[in-house]
């Protein structure tokens, strides 16, 4: 299930928003900008993927893709699966690769 953004989440993007420019997420949609997040399944990129959630529901920006690389250091198969679920759920095309020598 893709988490709701609370208010005072959405007030904070707006807040960094308009330190950027108010215009950009609106250039964004206009000029078609592409975004790729490299998602490691930490606050920094979890918190990112809100803010690319909230650009497509709020400016309609272009559909973010999502990329993540299991580098095969540690067996975490479950948090694995856990993570494609929760990506699955935001509907954004993802890319899920693991290193040939987990194959």
């Known amino acids: 299930m893709i988490p709701e953004i609370p208010i005072s989440i959405s007030t904070h ?6 330190r950027m420019g108010n215009q950009l997420p609106t250039q964004w949609a206009k000029n078609k900008t592409k975004f790729l997040l490299a998602y490691s399944g930490g606050k920094d990129s979890s918190i990112l993927l809100l803010f690319l959630k909230y650009l497509k529901e709020k400016y309609q920006i272009e ?25 699955e759920s935001f509907g954004f095309p993802f890319y899920f690769v693991k290193k040939k020598s987990q194959n």
Request: glycine share 4%.
């Open 63 to 87: 559909t973010p893709h999502l990329f993540y690389l299991s580098h095969g250091i540690r067996e975490i198969t479950n948090e694995e699966n856990e993570l494609v679920q929760y990506l």
């Open 13 to 18: 993007f707006e807040s960094m928003l308009k």
